[in-house]
């Protein structure tokens, strides 16, 4: 499903978020439509404002030359290729497309969909740096192990490396699940230190590994981040429960350190109508639970707050959020 | 942790049940004491009311002759061995204990716990009979196979013949698990001839495996039935996925049949909040949850009905019961 | 409201169920437009793709000639005359349009509103003969002299042939009371073998008459199914308590049957939250309501099934339904 | 199972609201024990402490002579016969039993249950008369022609006047029914005041009628207050749409007046989940709904704070009340 | 963010509730297009039929000269000046569009927003007037000082005057808070002659004071009525008890009625789910809770029946309303 | 209510925690009867086991001599004198009760109700300490302000350092309070470390001064810890808001910081139905509700554990624990 690298070596357009080394430079893009609208100025004169967007951010774009032309050529969702001179306007960098240059939309064989799937904003190598360290802290000699042969499963860790942790709720990007499997991990390592009589190997392994049935959930295609039929039908809970407990028996762990591994992942969510079958009913399963719901949330709520802030600076308050259940505040007052 | 079969062959004392065969007899009987009454007549003669009880039944017993001294000896919930006459008194068994004769209290070494503990009404062995009767009946060769391999492995089918199908709600006994399975596999059979559009060999494959997991979740000892840690941290949905997935594993199946078989046992609580983490998503896996459903809920009325009517045979109404929410009308119209 | 017997015989025109009896011959159909598309193809070519409608099935046609004009003229939801040949193309019957023939737009007194109003795909006159069967295996003399008297009165029996027995959910279609009515009496039938302490007399005449009730409930009229101001303001669940409990007044029975029977009928929906001022109080009605829900969801996933398949033949998952609050598998495994 | 008024007039003994005629006189009393405490003076003098009650209030009585063998002869719950000297002690009434006057426990044929029923504190013949004066206000023939017919018609009329309101919730005494709705219609024809778009005689005449389904829910006998088997399996809400609806059947009603008034006896508990299949949607069911909600608490909380404060007349907070789910401020600051 | 009073004073354009004087004259309003449609008469003359609206009412007019032209000028949502004559057509109003007369679409600049701005229909004065009535009606000293030193305060009363009750759910229009506020506490003065043991004193204080936090809740601006930060991160509840604590801080008041005072403000959304922190726990919040949420409830079946009724005069049944879970009975039978 | 100083300082008994530094010795206790049984050993001598407790932990002890006699003297829940000999039984400490030394009940102006209200496990002094570095820690000057003039203020501090943070709940104990504020403040700090884009000075400011309100929600008092008036009808949400927003009023703020932390007090129970009267609507509120929900649900299972472990040290499951809606499993793996 994944196009071979050296094919993806081979692009050679920039993306949008290297654009600040092209300025006042012409550049040829592969960018997506976000959205268009067709305008006139004072003199009457058409233009064409679009908003280009791809995996690393958005781009304002100007077309003064073929408005009218270009904009029957390209609907809101394609995918296209354009060339214009990087500048910086209003503080802001935007693409003044050229004149004798048309917009040419592609077919989905001539470029890369990855191009367009979101990716962690921690490099993925970063997060599994700070993952094996995090496992070479643990003390326990079978939790450290099992953690090791886990991470250093080719098949679990290449997926473990690529999969979103959410279709739309949170971390729903490339990396998603790595990143927010370190984060619980460091917060729950943070916790030890403000509660001694808690079992710091055991919170971490269950940390690291809560949600490692999310590799079959989702699959990353053309369209985007898709559920799986097994996402749908069995769904991450028990399938995580099936690959540590596999993993287990074939390395051997004690009974009880088993049953209570295999209690946090499958108690995760904390409250059977969220989807655990059972409740957290160990300190451990307890903190797990409390710590990865509150990133879950304000991985949501940070992605609100950048997206709905890159497209209109101003906006004081974020749209309704029907996950949350309310508006957030965007412009809180910042870290002084 | 039963007794020997040699040792349960020992034992000459009748049950309850049997004492129809004893009248104007006098019998030895090893029962449990439910509750007692030190009463006085016109005459001013204090006489000893008790309720005896073993698995199969309730019996009232009466003591003319050593009232205080058996009062004060014996008490609520003790076991004892007593001695009596069978007699018919206002058409219901009674025991009058013998004048010469002490009420002897036993200690849990002196008798089997086995008889007290609640066993399904239908012997073990014609349930196993309906139940592979049911399993010819499948059509597909690899669900039928699957089914032959796990209720033909010595060690789960051993426990599934003893294993409760709960600890309070429902089919609380033993052999209650094999009970509820079989009922509901036949009335999701009657079923699929109502919707000929249903899988019949997959509902039926998935009514016999639904509560396989509760293999685990129970124990029978001398306290009555208790749950196991198995039971509280992990639970017998996420047991019996563990148990069919390997099952399935190591005898090979096509991947949408096993997903969707495995599915069934997952949802077959029917909604999140009663513990299954995925719904039902497919039709034989609705079907599954809603007549699974249904017979725990019809075992729970059958058996408080016929509780509180040997207590006490003119109650209208039975006690509020928690578990369901309401009274029920215990003396409703009897099939004519 | 509805037409005369006389005019509906007078339709020549065959339904959409019929066309396979007309491969490669000229039809001229009355027909609504569910929807509609003008295509171009490889050489330029302009072409208009139809889906139409009726209450039979669906039907794509394929206009080559006047593509534009009748694109312009037809609108969707309008009731066209349309003249074609029935030719099968990809292995489903398709309609392409004549070169020289108008599509024509109907009004409303043009065509019979029947046409388009779905109706139970058991006829009328089977589930009826089912129905008297069931009753008379009824052994109750009072209980099976009520049915008659209801199914017998004229009144009654013709609003009850005719009813749907929802606006959405479902059976919401002409005779959809009738066929959900004697389904759940036939599963009750069956259950009722299964639990033979069960009074089967009484469960199977309040599952006959569980929903007589919405006989008043709703009206089908040109629009489709509309409620009516009864159905808003009282509900089936009060009318059927004042339908059965005028039929008893006038025909007699004995009290404690009376109170049972119109308990069923005021409690099937189970909770009070879902309608019912009473929660069931006896096995009887606690099956009723089981296995009339049960129907209930069964027949809407059956209907979502259908109705999307048919529209797109290779959906693997349904939409979302936000009744059943889920998605549903529209690829299950069926009966091999 | 009422005693007949004859025997009733026999009674000589006064009731406990009575005695402030009789301080300082020898009264020979019929009540209840309510509470009773065995305690030692200082001197080393026991006494036995009691709290009578009847329907009309509670009293403290002394036992200074036989404290010892009056504790052993009498329970709490048992009806007596007892004679003492009314004193004033401590600004509140008080019984000093007689030194040579035995405590007499009588049997349930000794005494009317009667005594011990509570009742309404509004005398039956008071309420009736507002009734009747509200039934007089109300403009529209019909419609005071309906009430006329349902509060003369014998049977309906005495039970009515008669009825508990309730089990336990609210006016759940002898009158209570009648009490609760001439309350609920008070307050509605004061609100029609200030919507005066309100239709005031739909509205009073729903307040008036909208409880008239609990002369059937519950039975006054030797015990208290029971509900009945139609109490249990169907309920006041469908059988005051009955008793209604047959009373219009016979009288002739306008239709749309019919269904919304019987609409709105249908729906008068607001919402589904407490019990009203259909929830209100005419402005006048709204405001019947809310304002028979508000008397029944309204109630619930007078009751409450009256009873606790004759037991504890220091008591600053009620017990938690399971029903409103929340303790009540017993001391708020009464009307200056 | 008002406009000043003169510039008020200036607008000579009659309003749309003011056109019954104008009949047959000629116009000139500012009115705003609430819907457009351009049709063809049978004589195929085009013709545009617009419903214009301000804030006392809704207008139809017709344009038979300049309809294509207009329609293309014109938006749903534009602010037009327009000139046309009124006549009586059908029993109701109607506008005909002059030929020579253009209608010319209104910056923001141009009118003042306030002629859109909906207002209570009870003038603010008339409704200062009574809340000044029911103060003087106050007998306990304080309590009414405290009354006076709020609606005397300018800044607060100002507020008072102008602000809405709410954005959407009910009275939301200028003079909407002051309006519901009076209304509770007339309701509350009658209630408080039905039960006469509630202090009246205390429970009018608290309906003429427990939206008082709704004035810095809102703003009325050109975009109509919106929250404000305030409102979003404080809201009214708590609001309403810091102006009400500061003042009495500054008057002085007894410790028991202040706290019992200020319970009543936090408590009377009556549970913790619609907003109050504390449930009522004395009766007079318990009945201010219930009182003030049948006006809400009352005052929004009010809006929507004339909203509704004034677009669609035949309509029967109101939309699905989301706030209160229903459709309403636009027609139900008005006060005869 | 507190005892002075002096008074406390006289106490010479010991507490049950010091009786590690006593073994073998005989002393003098002043302690509460938790529990008591008259036992009998195989030689018939009658013994009295008794369980006593301090506010530092529980004692056994055993009274070989009068065991009879002291069983009749003491009751649970009295405060009794005690001398014995520490000695060391099973690995427990243990009070042998002397031969010639009576069990004394004592008055409640006998000893100091302080000895039995039990207190945070952390010294006091070293949470004020911890607390005051983290004011320290704080760069806004205002926001450091803010916390210096609250926690220097004699009469506010005073009672936070005093305050229980519950009455069952959690931290139910003198100075949970302030053990509270600081864990929950160490934990935002750590977080604010892995959510660089968090205000980490608000959060922590917000930390400290969530559960402010709770100085006047209980008191401590010789029946324990009980709710204030206060505490019952305005509640620690509102009076927190009314403290600190005061204390703004006296010190200024700029008007957004103001806003957001207010916001944050009033909205830390995260849901409406929690108590919060608006949910969190900014990043720092969010984290400090599930924080300080962590830190209180953690508190308790900690707190169960250890009573119930302290009871029965071989009890692997605590009891059902209805705030929590679960057994926790007691015997966890501990940090190896």
Chains 1, 2, 3, 4, 5, 6 share one sequence.
Request: hydrophobic letters at 35%.
């Amino acid at each position: 499903m994944k196009l071979p690298k050296e094919l993806i070596e081979k692009f050679k357009e920039p993306f949008i978020s290297e654009l600040e080394n092209y300025i006042n430079s012409e550049v040829e893009l592969i960018v997506k439509v976000k959205s268009k609208r067709l305008l006139e100025n004072k003199n009457g004169q058409k233009y064409l404002l679009i908003t280009f967007e791809d995996k690393t951010g958005i781009l304002r774009a100007i077309d003064w030359f073929n408005a009218e032309k270009n904009d029957s050529k390209i609907d809101v969702g394609n995918v296209v290729r354009a060339n214009g001179k990087v500048v910086l306007y209003d503080g802001r960098l935007q693409l003044n497309i050229l004149q004798d240059s048309d917009i040419i939309v592609l077919n989905n064989n001539e470029y890369s969909y990855e191009r367009f799937v979101a990716e962690s904003k921690i490099p993925i190598d970063v997060i599994m740096k700070d993952l094996n360290n995090m496992i070479k802290s643990i003390k326990n000699y079978h939790l450290k192990k099992l953690l090791e042969e886990i991470f250093n499963d080719k098949e679990l860790s290449e997926k473990f490396k690529e999969a979103p942790a959410g279709l739309k709720i949170h971390h729903n990007y490339r990396g998603g699940l790595a990143e927010h499997s370190i984060t619980v991990a460091k917060m729950c390592d943070n916790l030890s230190k403000v509660y001694p009589w808690i079992n710091r190997d055991l919170l971490i392994t269950g940390a690291l590994l809560h949600d490692i049935g999310k590799i079959y959930d989702y699959v990353i295609n053309p369209k985007g981040i898709e559920i799986t039929k097994s996402g749908e039908l069995i769904g991450h809970i028990v399938k995580g429960y099936e690959i540590v407990e596999k993993k287990i028996e074939s390395i051997g762990l004690n009974e009880e350190l088993k049953t209570e591994l295999l209690h946090m992942i499958i108690s995760h969510h904390g409250e059977l109508e969220w989807g655990s079958p059972i409740v957290p009913k160990t300190p451990e399963a307890f903190i797990l639970h409390m710590i990865e719901n509150l990133d879950s949330k304000l991985n949501r709520i940070q992605n609100i707050k950048e997206k709905e802030l890159e497209t209109n600076p101003d906006k004081e308050w974020s749209d309704f959020d029907p996950n949350l259940g309310r508006r957030f505040l965007l412009k809180h007052i910042e870290r002084g």
